[in-house]
């Protein structure tokens, strides 16, 4: 028998998973021999206008004749079982089979589906998801009638604050990488000092200036300088007030942030953060060398939730960029994940008076579906099909609510996360939208 160390078969089993395929070994003996299973998806981003189409393929190296069962379960995002079937497999010693499942009669919205084999010498389950007519999918929850005064407010007690921005350029980086580095410390609203770095291409033309890139962070993510290699970009990358080198004040557990002050909307920790991504873009603006007519503001999870939000709040982002965008739709949201919820309960056991009714009244100020539909730049979107933490359906009811021009790429078989042809699709369509030929 072939011995297979811990780490190596742990490396193998990864590797099956993001093929899309399983594979079982079976023990030595009269029976000896392997399985491998695969569902293709007829749907190239797993969308469908009606009918979600299926293939299921099993092959077998075992000696003996193989008989079960191939099935499937079809469950909403929050787990509710809404389609099921199966059928009868009799697969022989080395041979394969092929089996064919539509799904019909869904209403439009996102869906998880398990594929199942279960016959005397092996068992497996794939999952997947898909959608059916999701530009249909809209939420029952609207915002608070006052949530644009709300912001409002909020950019106005913003600009009391003097930003007092501290600027050091910071020499060695620059040898190496072609481009100038600077430290910027700057007063947020609350008086809350945040930081970030600012790096700009080298160029001999005094009269230059650049596009640039606000790099928005993900969930206590620290932002160091970006580099990059564009020359007609400057970048930005923001930590937010208690995340990254911004700690000064706010320095708390990583399940403490999400829930710090959220029993009083106009105090809760991601109203200050989103102030301190409208101070950001101040700061770009008094800068001479800056255009100020093309920024991007990008981020991916927390970040895309604070680039949608920075959109729709200051309409000086000329593009956004929300890869993965948390906190959408967050009413139905509360039922489809386990975070930040599970925090969140914990929070209000903690806090005598507060309920959830209460903290979902305070969030409705904070949903980035709320945020989409008061934005005015071109923007463009970026989903995993099986994602766990920005569901599909959230995702595309915030994308559904934008009015400007607007883009979603839709990564079927990935999770919390963008492949590279989101990438490439940003790079080129700010290019194109900032004229940057």
């Not at 008989?67 to 379960?73: D, F, T």
């Not at 981020?299 to 000086?316: H, M, P, Q, W």
């Not at 039922?335 to 979902?360: A, C, S």
Request: net charge neutral; charged share 25%.
């Amino acid at each position: 028998m072939i011995h297979v160390s811990k780490i190596t078969l742990s490396i193998i089993c990864c590797l099956f998973m993001l093929g899309g395929m399983q594979q079982a070994f079976a023990q030595e003996g009269e029976n000896s021999g392997t399985m491998t299973d695969t569902v293709i998806t007829h749907s190239k981003d797993g969308i469908f206008s009606s009918t979600a189409s299926y293939t299921f393929q099993v092959n077998s190296t075992f000696k003996n004749t193989e008989e079960g069962k191939v099935s499937y379960l079809v469950t909403t995002e929050a787990g509710k079982k809404v389609r099921s079937d199966s059928v009868k497999v009799k697969i022989a010693g080395h041979g394969s089979g092929s089996y064919d499942f539509d799904v019909v009669g869904l209403k439009p919205g996102f869906y998880k589906i398990n594929f199942m084999v279960d016959v005397a010498d092996y068992n497996d389950t794939l999952r997947k998801a898909f959608g059916i007519k999701p530009e249909l999918i809209s939420s029952q929850y609207g915002k608070p009638a006052d949530f644009e005064a709300f912001w409002h407010e909020a950019r106005l007690e913003l600009d009391k604050v003097k930003p007092e921005y501290k600027v050091t350029e910071i020499p060695d980086t620059a040898k190496n990488d072609k481009r100038r580095v600077f430290e910027v410390e700057m007063k947020s609203i609350d008086g809350m000092v945040v930081r970030g770095f600012l790096t700009e291409p080298i160029n001999n033309n005094k009269k230059k200036k650049f596009a640039v890139l606000l790099g928005l962070p993900g969930y206590q993510v620290t932002l160091g300088p970006m580099v990059g290699n564009d020359p007609d970009v400057a970048i930005f990358t923001l930590n937010i007030r208690g995340s990254g080198y911004s700690r000064d004040v706010i320095n708390v557990r990583r399940e403490d942030y999400i829930v710090l002050n959220l029993e009083d909307k106009s105090k809760y920790i991601l109203r200050g953060a989103i102030m301190d991504c409208v101070r950001a873009v101040d700061f770009i603006y008094s800068r001479p060398e800056l255009r100020h007519d093309n920024i991007i503001a990008a981020g991916g999870s927390l970040g895309g939730f604070l680039a949608i939000a920075t959109s729709g709040v200051d309409k000086r982002i000329n593009f956004c960029s929300a890869a993965n965008p948390i906190l959408s739709d967050i009413r139905n949201l509360v039922n489809e994940v386990d975070w930040p919820f599970i925090d969140i309960r914990k929070y209000v056991n903690t806090r005598p008076g507060l309920t959830m009714d209460k903290v979902l009244d305070n969030l409705d100020y904070f949903d980035a579906k709320n945020f989409a539909t008061d934005i005015e730049c071109p923007t463009l979107v970026g989903m995993g099909m099986v994602d766990n933490i920005a569901p599909p359906n959230t995702v595309y009811t915030l994308y559904n609510g934008i009015r400007a021009p607007r883009h979603l790429i839709v990564f079927r078989d990935l999770g919390h996360e963008i492949g590279r042809k989101y990438v490439v699709y940003e790079g080129r369509w700010m290019r194109d939208t900032f004229a940057l030929f």
